[in-house]
């Protein structure tokens, strides 16, 4: 059971360039979750989505896009990298459910830094 | 979602007990408190929630007060391991629309354990 894998989990990218984050998760979750974290910071919400084929936007989602075409997985992407989204992103993933341990599962984080 | 509010910091010897507060004054009564700790930059670890009745898992603790205003996170026997961010957050557990099951973290409490 490999719980929530990140992919990649370092990029450097050139200011201007394209890429997408993958995340997938094996555990049937309903909610997925893209969150940044800056240093010295907690984590900021970017999008969330709460099931296949819908995403929502969270605190920071301008310069991010994401998509959720799979229940497993849930890709953040961006179109047009900038220095200031230097960060580590982290993807999450959880239940809805009353009845269910609706404790969300986190990945080890992608280090992503723009030059 | 419910602010919560921590304070920045705190420190606990080795052995000893760690008694982490948070205030959550605006809950919802379908609203559960959750923590979760972040260990250097590793990806946060669910610990434990709960609603209304205090809750104990082989990690913590947690004490909830009548009112469900204030929790309290025990750590009954801090080791230098349980140095982190512990992050205290209020959200429903399930929901049709997924907008108020959102997760989002504040700044949290960085909890340093000293020998």
């Known amino acids: 059971n490999a719980g929530v894998t990140q992919t990649p989990k370092f990029r450097v990218l050139k200011t201007g360039q394209s890429m997408t984050l993958l995340c997938a998760q094996d555990?049937?979750?309903?909610?997925m979750y893209w969150y940044r974290q800056d240093p010295g910071m907690g984590l900021r919400l970017i999008h969330y989505?709460?099931?296949?084929?819908?995403?929502a936007k969270g605190e920071v989602p301008d310069g991010y896009n994401v998509s959720r075409l799979k229940k497993q997985n849930f890709l953040l992407g961006l179109e047009s990298a900038a220095p200031s989204q230097t960060s580590v992103y982290f993807c999450?993933?959880?239940?809805?459910?009353?009845?269910?341990?609706?404790?969300?599962?986190f990945g080890q984080g992608t280090r992503l830094t723009v030059v | 979602d419910a602010k919560t509010t921590q304070p920045t910091s705190m420190d606990c010897a080795e052995g000893r007990a760690a008694n982490l507060p948070c205030n959550h004054s605006?809950?919802?009564?379908?609203?559960?408190v959750y923590w979760y700790r972040q260990i250097h930059s590793q990806g946060p670890q669910y610990i434990i929630h709960?609603?209304?009745n205090n809750e104990t898992n082989e990690m913590a603790s947690l004490i909830i007060t009548e009112d469900r205003k204030s929790s309290t996170l025990i750590l009954p026997h801090a080791t230098l391991r349980d140095t982190a961010v512990y992050y205290c957050?209020?959200?429903?557990?399930?929901?049709?629309?997924?907008?108020?099951?959102?997760?989002?973290f504040g700044k949290g409490i960085t909890l340093s354990v000293r020998p």
């Open positions: 999450a993933s959880s239940y809805n459910s009353v009845g269910r341990n609706t404790e969300a599962f």
């Open positions: 555990m049937n979750h309903e909610y």
């Open positions: 989505s709460v099931g296949e084929g819908t995403t």
């Open positions: 605006t809950i919802s009564g379908n609203e559960y």
């Open positions: 709960g609603l209304k």
């Open positions: 957050i209020v959200r429903v557990a399930a929901s049709l629309t997924g907008a108020n099951s959102k997760l989002t």
